[in-house]
């Protein structure tokens, strides 16, 4: 195949999502080795999108660049070493960015082949799907006995987080931000609710548990609720880190990020031993880039557990490609459910 002229949204800027993208067309060199191109139906939204609006997303390459880290679409041209069993194959597909185009150049150990299933339910599996998948099964693993605390959680991990600890039987604590996410989490599962903004949740988290420990907080947060979560923590619990969602949508700046350290604490690792706590860190970006064979792993299931019909991704939004703006700023707003998609006109 001739190279390929292609469109995306680039990240020209930083601000808001209304002024911080720009719609440009693009040539796709060839692919190499085990490359793959997907000509895309439809791309995934995720909150790390936002941080990189805001800047302070350490891993983005320098402006201008294309975002997002996962798509739908058809394997229309394989490099040279790899699986010609894909081409014409319909793939869900993780990128190391430039998700936000009509083409994308990945690799064929970053795609699974899936069938008619709607695009928008398939987004579900990539990051937030694959990210939870990665925390909940093979990094720490849930048990029977466990009481959980899932931060967001009626966002795109969160609702799958609180499917995966219900298959193992586990106590799921959902924590939202708004009474109409309170119904979505109980009808996945989530055996206690708690609602920040009534009240602290730390203090409900008390109340509900009267004595009990947490064993697994999985927190996207950060800042300040990482010592609340430290002290509702037991002997072997897990505060699982994968965010730092309390730092978008305040000033920027270096003092702004100092207390956002500040309220984090210091962490000794004597204390750890002592206290038989842990804390885990993830950035799925890392995992990709050092451990490939990771991340198709947790692909590969977390698709064959929604063929099987043991998870149901919720679907938080669809929209056209011109509405990208309308898109980010309403994942940014923290008022959304489940996983928002980009569908291309």
Not at 113 to 123: F, N
Not at 264 to 288: D, E, F
Not at 325 to 343: R, Y
Request: glycine residues 10%; charged residues 25%; contains cysteine.
């Amino acid at each position: 195949m001739d190279k390929i002229q292609s469109e995306a949204f680039f990240l020209v800027k930083k601000g808001t999502a209304q002024e911080a993208f720009e719609r440009r067309n693009f040539d796709l060199g060839k692919p190499e080795g085990n490359e793959v191109i997907v000509e895309v139906e439809a791309f995934g939204l995720n909150y790390a999108d936002v941080v990189c609006r805001h800047g302070l997303y350490r891993e983005a390459p320098p402006m201008p660049f294309v975002p997002g880290y996962e798509t739908v679409g058809k394997v229309v041209d394989v490099g040279l070493d790899a699986n010609k069993n894909l081409v014409g194959k319909r793939v869900i597909a993780f990128c190391r960015f430039g998700g936000y185009a009509k083409h994308v150049l990945t690799f064929d150990y970053a795609v699974v082949e899936v069938g008619d299933q709607p695009a928008s339910e398939l987004m579900a599996l990539g990051t937030q799907g694959v990210t939870a998948y990665y925390m909940a099964e093979y990094l720490t693993p849930i048990h029977e006995i466990d009481t959980v605390l899932v931060h967001a959680a009626a966002g795109g991990v969160g609702t799958i987080l609180i499917q995966l600890a219900k298959l193992k039987g586990a106590r799921v604590i959902a924590k939202v931000g708004r009474s109409e996410k309170e119904s979505l989490v109980k009808e996945l599962g989530a055996d206690i609710v708690v609602n920040y903004r009534k009240s602290d949740y730390a203090d409900q988290i008390r109340t509900a548990l009267n004595g009990d420990r947490i064993d697994v907080s999985f927190n996207p947060v950060s800042g300040s609720t990482y010592k609340k979560d430290w002290a509702l923590l037991g002997s072997g619990g897990r505060i699982v880190l994968f965010g730092g969602s309390e730092l978008t949508g305040k000033r920027s700046g270096f003092f702004s990020k100092l207390n956002f350290v500040r309220k984090m604490g210091l962490i000794l690792p004597i204390g750890l031993m002592m206290r038989s706590k842990n804390i885990l860190g993830v950035n799925m970006l890392k995992i990709a880039d050092n451990k490939p064979e990771v991340l198709e792993h947790c692909l590969k299931e977390v698709v064959a557990l929604y063929t099987n019909g043991k998870l149901a991704p919720q679907v938080g939004g669809k929209y056209k490609a011109d509405a990208l703006p309308e898109a980010h700023a309403a994942l940014e707003s923290g008022k959304t459910t489940g996983k928002l998609s980009v569908f291309w006109d």
